[in-house]
């Protein structure tokens, strides 16, 4: 048994040679999809053996090696820069670019299951009070692709990302979600184009109140008709195209945490409130299902079509709903929560309950009107420095990187269990 002795050289060492002895037991087994009963067991206990001694580290060290990779403060790393440095720093504490690249040219059910280390970092990093809190700010910072098209945007007033399109008209910029064929599911990819455009709403000075809607769908089911969001793209899940990092962790990170609390950058006024926030209205044609959901949670107002609803299947999915645990309950009521999160209960636009994520529901023909009158009535200062102040009562910092560091770790679990990859399974034979 490996034994940690407080000093970080000694135990990175002893690290590095426990993880080594680790891969080589794992090398001689099949490859994860190959194995039978007993090699699944012997590999369960090669990872948690290992897994043991990574969790000894990070509560030992985890600030010492924070501050190594950030360099005592001075960087911003963004999730994916954070633990491939993290990997090369402590060799055995998290996986390398090549059993990364392994990884993701494999199906959910073939992998290794390799992000759960990256969640076990992640957790201790959030849980430091200086180090979480770091990391949170790194994140709420604009993105390098923003920055690279914030003139083209300031000058055009429309961009093109692919699968969410942004348009300037007055003060307002208008994000509409354009996955026509998988019904706004999102991906890796949607992640990262609404990351985007929610940097260049924030960062473009002329824009003052922000709205997001779906767009009209090619998908056969719903052909002509505005959709909001699907949720979490489950095809994408089955094939192990859906990212813990890139896609899970930064979400939350991200754009929902910049919609909802800000972009920090440097502005004029930084020295009394360093980020840069705007209003949010979010527009709901048809559902919003799973991510969708989420999404509704950090919006100023919420206006749905009469004919839609509102959904958080996670017990059926088998997956962490987000920060919608985080949320629900303070909007809905603990009861309602659990019904919608543990029972799979609907939220149909128009009953009692639905009030508390919906502040209006109007008919279908009605939509255009409301959005604009929602538009119109929210571009004030006062509501931007109201709605910090509703923001920081509801959910204070602390109380949201304390959320964010479990979820991080019970996330990556989920990823990898047998009834996730049964579900997604099973959902792409029938889809």
């Known amino acids: 048994m490996v034994r940690l002795s407080g000093d970080l050289d000694a135990d990175r060492r002893a690290l590095a040679a426990a993880a080594e002895r680790a891969e080589a037991e794992l090398a001689v087994l099949p490859e994860p999809a190959g194995r039978g009963d007993g090699q699944r067991e012997r590999a369960t206990a090669v990872h948690d053996g290992i897994r043991t001694l990574r969790a000894e580290f990070l509560h030992l060290h985890v600030e010492a090696v924070y501050r190594r990779l950030t360099a005592s403060g001075t960087r911003a790393l963004r999730l994916p820069e954070l633990v491939?440095?993290?990997?090369?720093?402590?060799?055995?504490?998290?996986?390398?670019?090549?059993?990364?690249?392994?990884?993701?040219?494999?199906?959910?059910?073939?992998?290794?299951?390799?992000?759960?280390?990256?969640?076990?970092?992640?957790?201790a990093v959030l849980r430091s009070p200086v180090a979480g809190t770091h990391l949170v700010e790194s994140m709420a910072r604009p993105t390098e692709r923003a920055l690279g098209l914030l003139d083209e945007f300031r000058r055009?007033?429309?961009?093109?990302?692919?699968?969410?399109?942004?348009?300037?008209?007055?003060?307002?910029?208008?994000?509409?979600?354009?996955?026509?064929?998988?019904?706004?599911?999102?991906?890796?990819?949607?992640?990262?184009?609404?990351?985007?455009?929610?940097?260049?709403?924030l960062l473009d000075p002329e824009v003052r109140v922000c709205l997001l809607r779906g767009g009209e769908m090619t998908h056969p089911r719903y052909r002509g008709r505005r959709v909001f969001s699907a949720g979490i793209n489950l095809k994408s899940l089955h094939s192990g195209e859906i990212s813990l990092v890139d896609f899970l962790l930064r979400r939350e990170l991200g754009y929902l945490n910049k919609i909802l609390r800000g972009l920090r950058v440097d502005h004029p006024g930084a020295w009394h409130t360093p980020v840069v926030e705007k209003p949010w209205v979010a527009a709901v044609d048809t559902f919003a299902i799973g991510g969708g959901a989420q999404l509704l949670m950090v919006f100023d107002r919420v206006i749905a079509a009469t004919d839609s609803f509102v959904s958080l299947p996670a017990a059926q999915e088998g997956i962490v709903?987000?920060?919608?645990?985080?949320?629900?309950?303070?909007?809905?009521?603990?009861?309602?929560?659990?019904?919608?999160?543990?029972?799979?209960?609907?939220?149909?636009?128009?009953?009692?309950?639905?009030?508390?994520l919906i502040d209006e529901a109007v008919e279908p023909d009605r939509m255009d009107q409301a959005v604009e009158e929602a538009l119109a009535r929210l571009d004030s200062p006062a509501v931007v420095a109201n709605r910090r102040m509703l923001h920081l009562a509801e959910e204070p910092p602390e109380q949201y990187r304390a959320y964010l560091a479990e979820f991080a770790m019970q996330q990556a679990l989920r990823l990898y269990s047998a009834d996730v990859i049964g579900k997604v399974g099973r959902f792409t034979k029938a889809n």
């Open 84 to 123: 491939a440095a993290a990997a090369a720093e402590v060799p055995g504490l998290l996986p390398g670019a090549e059993q990364l690249a392994a990884e993701r040219g494999r199906p959910q059910a073939a992998k290794e299951g390799r992000e759960i280390d990256q969640g076990l970092f992640l957790r």
């Open 156 to 201: 055009t007033g429309e961009l093109d990302l692919g699968s969410v399109t942004l348009v300037r008209t007055g003060a307002a910029a208008r994000i509409t979600m354009v996955r026509t064929d998988c019904l706004n599911a999102e991906d890796n990819r949607q992640v990262e184009d609404m990351e985007t455009a929610v940097d260049l709403a």
């Open 321 to 356: 709903p987000g920060a919608g645990n985080l949320r629900l309950g303070g909007l809905a009521g603990g009861r309602t929560a659990r019904q919608v999160i543990l029972w799979g209960r609907r939220l149909h636009a128009t009953e009692p309950d639905a009030r508390h």
